[in-house]
């Protein structure tokens, strides 16, 4: 679904240094297709110099360093040649112990962070790597001594080479830690949250909820060591709300005996995290979502962890270090200048939809505390066949756009136009290969950084095939992976954006959380799916809807050792707008969709 031009990447080659010759072909390997770069010269740091130049998608999974390139009888670089050694390196890849300490300290934490064994050859986009889980792989091995960031992970085709950049002395161009507290500047997802809110009822208990695993024979004493040390790490775990604005606050504000008190989350009065022991073995930590995404619960699970360490050692649990703080992170974001995106965002919401349900959701009388759950279940074996260009996501979204267009056919509505889907992603652009950072390291700092933008897919497709070719064409063209729509809409209130109609649907993806690690540990998150009905459709009843339904997605560990691992798609919808028929009948499409674009993989 990208455009590739190889020659850029044969372009990009050649400019660095030490290498005389370059070609590039495709080929497929066991995750499906990649790119093969054969070089005549020297290899050594070419992916990083790659990944400094050209987007991740077009940094090539194997770099071979060949004495020459083969040459057909007219003297023209012989492509079907190339193209059959090519296969041939991807299909004998062996796995290897590790050559050297980084290396062996690699392999070992990346197994720790996601329960994958992974040998320095193996290619991390096949191990299910992306920028979520490589935020949790960065924030590991800096409790381990190695110095990255997710740049440097994202960039890297596979361990070894990851390796090879930390003892070259790669930058990881982390800032130094500061202390600076006080008011935050305004964020979108912020003003989101408010724009429709009928007072501080509406959104007081807004949180994002999680049962953790604890330790076999934890204290309360050792417990509130632990969550001490969490708070004082994360000053959006000790903020307060004054009048609609975030205020940060120092360590020690906030202290762990009173996260277990009755008295509930309140933003107001700086209340924002509370915990609970379900029996002796788990633990309910509710947070709001002013401080939390989904994002940092892998950081907070995993300071829960390494806290918990110290503890059973002796030590008093030293604070996590956050490299760029959220304050100093909404600062830069109010200094961004998108003007020149204004015409493709207008684009993307321009003219009314069909309503998908009975009418269109009215976020002034319709709440989610009217929103019900259908929960569906699949194995998602092409977890396996994934390539740089390819991922969960780009899946998942081709199956909602072809869902949706087959939902309005069937209405005799028209479905030609395509739909606009209001994408949920986590705002962390430091943290993405090929963009720009700004000096930003977010990648162990707690917050509501997610960004919300428009997205109108599918326009023109019919087939499973042409749904997938055209989301993945679009989402390689939104520009600053949409984080800058919100910017225009509520930063620089652009009138255009505001008096657009909403997106009907919203669409999450939680990533893989198979890959977060184990999922019968302590510190684990619980995660049975049995429990996925016994939850509530919306902590806050009284926050209001604005989409007609919301698809979360994301990828469960398998339920058995040796599994496959599960799909879980979550479909939120307000009862008023679908009947129990309705929303069974579309679930049933989602499953025929993920299938028919499944098949369209490599």
């Known amino acids: 679904g990208y455009r590739i031009e190889l020659g850029d990447i044969e372009a990009a080659l050649l400019r660095a240094r030490g290498v005389q010759a370059a070609a590039v072909v495709v080929a497929r390997a066991r995750a499906g297709t990649s790119l093969v770069a054969f070089v005549v010269g020297e290899t050594d740091g070419l992916r990083a110099e790659l990944a400094r130049t050209l987007p991740s998608y077009m940094v090539p999974a194997r770099i071979v360093a060949t004495a020459d390139l083969p040459m057909n009888r007219n003297g023209k670089l012989d492509v079907p040649a190339l193209t059959a050694r090519a296969h041939r390196e991807l299909a ?110 509406s959104y007081r208990n807004f949180t994002l909820d999680m049962m953790v695993r604890l330790p076999a024979g934890i204290s309360q004493a050792q417990l509130e060591a632990v969550l001490q040390a969490l708070l004082d790490s994360h000053e959006m775990l000790r903020a307060v709300l004054v009048d609609e604005q975030i205020v940060t606050r120092p360590p020690g504000v906030v202290r762990a005996a009173e ?137 998942l979204l081709a199956a909602l756009s072809f869902t949706v267009a087959e939902w309005r056919r069937e209405r005799g509505q028209n479905a030609t136009a395509g739909t606009t889907v209001l994408l949920e992603a986590h705002g962390r652009a430091d943290a993405q290969a090929g963009t720009p950072g700004d000096g930003l390291d977010t990648a162990q700092t707690v917050g509501w950084f997610t960004s919300l933008f428009p997205a109108r897919l599918g326009a023109g497709a019919g087939s499973a095939r042409a749904h ?44 893989r959380l198979d890959l977060a690690g184990g999922t019968d540990g302590a510190w684990a998150p619980v995660t049975e799916l049995g429990l996925l009905d016994q939850l509530p459709a919306a902590p806050e009843p009284n926050f209001p809807m604005r989409q007609a339904l919301d698809v979360i997605a994301g990828v469960q560990a398998a339920e058995t050792a040796g599994g496959t691992p599960q799909l879980v798609t979550l479909l939120r919808y307000g009862r008023d707008l679908f009947s129990k028929p309705d929303i069974e009948h579309l679930a049933a499409r989602w499953r025929r969709a993920v299938d028919a674009v499944v098949r369209e993989l490599p």
């Open 468 to 511: 997938l070719d055209a989301v993945c064409a679009h989402l390689a063209a939104v520009p600053n992976q949409g984080a800058d729509y919100g910017v225009l809409r509520y930063l620089r209130g652009d009138a255009a954006l505001a008096a657009a109609p909403e997106p009907q649907v919203l669409f999450s993806y939680l990533g």
């Open 92 to 201: 004998t890849h062996t796995a290897r112990a590790p050559r050297t300490d980084t290396e062996a300290t690699l392999c070992r934490v990346f197994a720790e962070v996601t329960g994958a064994t992974a040998d320095p050859e193996a290619e991390l986009v096949a191990l299910g790597l992306d920028s979520i889980v490589a935020i949790g792989f960065v924030n590991a091995l800096r409790r381990n001594g190695v110095a990255v960031n997710p740049r440097m992970v994202l960039a890297a085709g596979t361990i070894a080479d990851l390796a090879a950049a930390v003892d070259s002395g790669a930058r990881t161009e982390s800032p130094d830690a500061t202390e600076e507290f006080g008011p935050v500047a305004p964020v979108p997802v912020l003003s989101w949250m408010l724009e429709h809110a009928s007072g501080p009822r």
């Open 259 to 395: 996260l277990f008190t009755p008295t509930g989350i309140d933003p107001a009065a700086g209340h924002l995290v509370r915990a609970s022991r379900v029996g002796t073995d788990r633990l309910l930590l509710r947070i709001h979502h002013i401080a939390v995404d989904p994002v940092s619960w892998h950081i907070i699970l995993g300071d829960l962890a390494h806290a918990w360490q110290q503890v059973q050692a002796g030590d008093e649990p030293k604070p996590a270090v956050e490299f760029t703080s959220y304050r100093q992170w909404a600062r830069l974001l109010n200094e961004r200048d998108p003007g020149t995106q204004r015409d493709y965002w207008r684009r993307q919401v321009e003219g009314p939809e069909p309503a998908l349900g009975t009418r269109l959701p009215d976020p002034a009388t319709d709440t989610l505390g009217s929103c019900r759950v259908q929960v569906v279940t699949m194995p998602a074996a092409f977890v396996d066949r994934l390539t740089p260009g390819v991922g969960v996501r780009e899946i």
